[in-house]
């Protein structure tokens, strides 16, 4: 059994375009001075230079946009034995740092997640009640806020986002996804721990199920999964997109089935010409 203390956390947040750090008191809902939290924020800009005058909060400006790309120097940077993965959207609950540390304590694993609140304190997800092991099926809906490693464990295994996948890359979703499952491949003991830990608006990026952006990202995954059963996934997706009154005619529902070809073709072949030519309504 591990012994790690509330020091040993370290909060990766991404952001962009900051020039100040007022919005971690939202975050934390509590003044800039009263947050003891180890927090290593990166924040990607071309235009602004973001400062710190604590020492347990660090700051990496990076000119390099995309999701992924943040994640993985914070990854890269961080100092402390456990991270937890935080958006700029988020309100950290009180005792969250304590949850994680006493789940890392009970168990030994590599990656645990836990569960998100909306901001109206529903849960963000029908979560289970009990600890349990995550598969490839239950890592599909894991929110960023919900993930938290062993560092050592994730740079033995070398282990990194996909920089394909996420906002400001080429396939504009489905990050967290590929992430664990990569996890997964590399037989990294993933577990759920039911408590909550964080909140979240009730709506995320990935909500906008119809639009190019999304369907391009998941035609990705259905080929990275395996190209001979993209098919089936493509006429699974276009007819869940038809049958919920997402598209209303077939001109929109051929758009969106070649769209989703598209992303398949395209995560196997690295041909980015459909990036530019889909947008992302």
């Known amino acids: 059994m591990s ?22 008191e939202m975050m934390f ?12 924020i990166v924040n990607q800009s071309t235009k602004t230079v973001l400062q710190s005058p604590y020492e347990h909060i660090r ?43 006493a789940a890392y304590n009970l168990y030994d694993y590599d990656v645990l997640t836990f569960k998100t609140q909306t901001l109206e304190e529903n849960d963000f997800y029908n979560y289970e009640d009990q600890f349990k092991n995550h598969n490839k099926k239950s890592i599909i809906p894991i929110l960023s806020p919900e993930i938290t490693f062993n560092r050592k464990s994730i740079l033995i ?3 990194q986002f996909d920089t394909r996948f996420g906002l400001g890359a080429q396939f ?10 990569s996890a997964l491949k590399k037989k990294l003991q993933i577990g759920f721990v039911p408590q909550t ?11 906008d199920v119809a639009s190019n952006r999304v369907i391009y990202a998941r035609g990705a995954i259905a080929g990275r999964r395996n190209i001979i059963t993209a098919a089936f996934y493509q006429f699974k997706y276009v007819f869940f997109l038809w049958r919920n009154g997402h598209v209303k005619s077939f001109v929109e529902l051929w758009e969106k089935f070649m769209v989703f070809q598209h992303g398949a073709n395209d995560y196997l072949s690295g041909f980015e010409g459909h990036r530019i030519n889909h947008p992302k309504q």
């Not at 809902?29 to 290593?40: D, V």
């Not at 390099?64 to 950290?92: Q, T």
């Not at 504009?172 to 499952?181: G, I, K, M, P, T």
């Open 157 to 159: 295994a070398g282990l």
């Open 3 to 24: 012994n790690y203390k509330n020091t040993d956390l370290e909060i990766l947040i991404a952001t962009m375009n900051r020039s100040d750090l007022s919005f971690l």
């Open 59 to 101: 700051v990496l400006n990076s000119p390099y946009f995309g999701l992924s790309k943040s994640r993985n120097l914070a990854m890269n940077h961080a100092v402390k034995p456990l991270c937890w993965l935080l958006d700029d959207d988020c309100i950290v609950l009180n005792n969250s740092i304590d949850e994680v540390i």
């Open 197 to 207: 830990i964080v909140q979240h608006p009730a709506t995320t990026s990935s909500d």
């Open 29 to 40: 809902q509590q003044p800039l001075a009263a947050i003891q939290a180890s927090i290593l």
């Open 172 to 181: 504009q979703d489905s990050e967290n996804y590929v992430f664990l499952d």
